[in-house]
């Protein structure tokens, strides 16, 4: 009996209809798993399983014939991929099974070609663009929110300290102290 390999850690998943996304924040990489890949993935996670009993598993689950082949080509895409903490145990060698040869078979029992191991693999970008940046005299709780660099004391973006937003009271102060530069009834900044 082969050893299996266990997951590396600091790893995020997210559900995605019967894929999963993985964001690797050590690589700063995105990766999308199939249902099959997903599926070893989980059962790596739990522990205490054998390759003879992820492979029922997945047969199980994923509604297929047994094979040891799903679970070799899904080992093969997860240490491509890097996802696996190859610490744990040597890398385990691919069975006799490439997947040209799979596909031939699951064509033959009818099995839907969308089962075979992929993972499809992104670099992550930074949050850059996340949302926009608030241009001079928009409201503000932030620095970071504003295009200048400077959210004031009144919660305005703006150079001037003392430059108050739309809305922002101007009573006993005028309209100089709006960004807009009109103070409404004396006591509101247009």
Known sequence: MKSLPGIRSGL???????????????????HLLDPTTACVLDLLEEGGWTREGISAEL????????????????LDELRKADLLDERVTAPSPLADVNRRELVRKLAM???????????????????????????????CTADAQCAIGNCNNFGACS????????GGDCSGVGGGACCSGVCLNNTTCA
Request: aromatic share 6%; net charge negative.
């Open 12 to 30: 995020l998943r997210h559900p995605l209809d019967q894929q999963v996304l993985v964001y690797d924040s050590r690589d700063d990489r995105v």
């Open 59 to 74: 047969a199980v689950r994923l509604n297929v014939t047994p094979s040891d082949g799903f679970l070799s080509l899904a």
């Open 159 to 166: 150079e001037n300290n003392g430059d108050r937003p739309t």
């Open 109 to 139: 029992t009818g099995a839907a070609a969308f089962l075979i191991p992929t993972v499809m693999t992104l670099a992550a970008t930074p949050g850059y663009a996340q949302g926009t940046l608030s241009p001079n005299c928009a409201p």
